[in-house]
């Protein structure tokens, strides 16, 4: 199905994607992703597993580089760059991975202030309130003293939500965030986003299969299907898409009967 | 979701699977021109990728500070926490020496002599070789597992993402500490085997002390101690980069972190043998033995 008429607005892009192709070995991932993300708004990646959403997020950062395509952030193209000139470039982008990836070594608190620290803050009052004020707002200021091995997984999802957010990105990368948390922590993660957004004007490409929270945060949501952009368009165009792929995807239908 | 990490050092480090001509190879012919041509080029390839952590090891240390406090964090690690491992290791060492020594110049009444050859043997070849290896195998290991946990638990890639170059954090503040640590660890372990080389030949077998001694530092002198620290930071050098490769190499979950730590201690123990060999000829044109007395 041909994606559906653009629902982006015409300001320059924030980050604009054109031809990005990735294969990993004889797999083609991507196949021609064209995407243009613009400042201040959410953008909801969704599709089935495996059709990488995930590797075109890490592409975002630079974390991979493409096949063929470009990536440009702000103006700047992310190909060729090394790891140290990526460094700056990074540095204002947050990003949550799918399984928190927090340092073993460090405590709560130490993980959630690393941003801080690498960027060259120095004054501890500063970093201490920064990383209390990221902690209460995943509601875990008790806990800063605890290593990751002893959080549960959702405790370890919202110290890392809290590690993206406390260096106060112009984009955060969210890499299935409520994956694993109960209802009511997927709702404090849902309206993080939006609070975020609304406040600070940040700029957010979630990954999520939870459809509820879909329609909560999206302003435009993405979806990827065999490598491509299959649809694209705001959540009222995806909610009366008339793509029964998308129906069944919207409403977990698999076909199956028991 | 399909989520493959990121490449190794840096995503320009090439892997033996991301190079299409081994690839090629590997799904091809099995004749052993093939196989021996695989080898060669896996191995040309293993160079090049250490060379790459070279070359980004000299960037770090142009372009960015030091890590101080990781750096005497790994020297703790490193340095203390290979005490018992280097005590025991030179202080046996220099008790077998001594007392295989003592079996053989006993015959020709040159007992009380041993300390000179003791003394050589622990500041060129023994306290070196053995110490090395020994931290080889318990540095070494933990430097691949903790860097490869690291790596496939995407850890790196999150220092990655927050703009902190992996070799900076994880390589550097490492390969100071091993450099500062070994020729260290190697001086100790050859006071521990010379102390006990005295405990054995004079307590056990009845030397003269004044002997033992007289021979010992007659024999000895400042170039064997340069020996000893030469080769120390050498093969310091040696394990922390093959280490750290290979830790920063790792894929394949738990099963590829314990092939990592595996190979982390067999090629630096192999590293070191082997530059061993060309290390003490080159030391022995610089520092020739037998011509000070």
């Not at chain 1, 597993?49 to 590797?55: C, D, I, L, N, W």
């Not at chain 1, 075109?56 to 790891?83: M, N, R, V, W, Y």
């Not at chain 2, 170059?165 to 500490?177: Q, S």
């Amino acid at each position: 199905m041909p994606a559906p008429p653009s629902a982006e607005p015409a300001a320059s892009p924030f980050i604009q994607i054109r031809g990005l192709h990735k294969s990993f070995d004889s797999q083609k991932v991507l196949q021609g992703i064209d995407l243009d993300i613009s400042r201040g708004e959410t953008l909801v990646l969704v599709g089935p597993s495996g059709e990488g959403k995930s590797v075109l997020l890490k592409h975002i950062i630079g974390l991979l580089h493409p096949d063929a395509g470009s990536i440009q952030f702000d103006g700047t193209s992310l190909c060729g760059l090394s790891e140290r000139q990526l460094a700056p470039l990074r540095r204002r982008i947050g990003y949550l991975f799918q399984n928190a990836a927090l340092f073993d070594s460090l405590t709560v608190a130490q993980n959630v202030a690393f941003p801080l620290i690498e960027a060259g803050i120095k004054n501890p009052a500063e970093i201490k309130s920064r990383v209390q004020e990221a902690l209460e707002v995943v509601e875990l200021d008790a806990h800063t003293e605890k290593m990751p091995i002893n959080l549960s997984g959702g405790m370890r999802k919202r110290v890392g939500i809290a590690r993206a957010i406390v260096g106060r990105p112009e984009i955060i990368l969210y890499d299935e965030p409520t994956a694993g948390l109960d209802p009511i922590v997927t709702d404090v993660i849902d309206h993080l986003i939006k609070r975020l957004q609304k406040r600070y004007h940040v700029t957010s490409v979630v990954i999520t299969h939870d459809i509820a929270s879909v329609f909560k945060i999206a302003d435009r949501i993405v979806m990827l299907k065999n490598g491509i952009v299959y649809f694209n368009g705001n959540p009222d165009q995806l909610r009366h898409s008339p793509d029964t792929f998308i129906q069944d995807f919207i409403a977990g239908r698999s076909g199956m009967t028991s | 979701m399909i989520a493959p990490s990121a490449s190794t050092l840096s995503p320009q480090l090439p892997t033996p699977q991301s190079v299409p001509s081994l690839r090629r190879m590997d799904d091809s012919s099995r004749g052993p021109i093939s196989t021996l041509g695989r080898a060669v080029l896996n191995f040309i390839n293993y160079f090049g990728q250490l060379g790459i952590l070279l070359g980004e090891g000299f960037e770090s240390l142009v372009k960015t500070k030091p890590r101080l406090h990781l750096t005497m964090e790994q020297i703790v690690r490193i340095g203390f926490g290979s005490q018992v491992v280097v005590i025991v290791t030179g202080a046996f060492t220099g008790a077998v020496f001594t007392a295989q020594s003592y079996f053989k110049f006993r015959d020709f009444g040159i007992e009380s002599t041993i300390g000179s050859i003791v003394s050589v043997s622990l500041f060129r070849e023994l306290g070196p070789v053995l110490t090395g290896l020994m931290v080889a195998g318990r540095v070494g290991a933990a430097m691949a597992a903790e860097i490869g946990t690291m790596k496939v638990s995407e850890q790196i890639d999150a220092l990655r993402a927050m703009g902190v170059h992996p070799v900076d954090y994880l390589a550097m503040p490492r390969f100071f500490a091993m450099t500062i640590s070994m020729p260290l660890l190697i001086a100790e372990a050859v006071a521990f085997g010379l102390g006990a080389s005295w405990f054995v030949a004079v307590l056990g077998f009845g030397i003269p002390s004044a002997w033992f001694w007289m021979h010992t530092i007659d024999h000895t002198n400042l170039e064997d101690l340069s020996y000893a620290m030469t080769k120390g930071l050498v093969f310091g050098m040696l394990i922390v980069v093959i280490s750290c490769h290979q830790g920063l190499s790792t894929t394949n979950g738990a099963v590829g972190v314990g092939q990592s730590t595996t190979r982390a201690v067999v090629f630096s123990s192999l590293a070191l043998l082997v530059t061993n060999f060309f290390l003490t000829l080159l030391l022995n044109y610089i520092f020739p033995m037998g011509t000070i007395t």
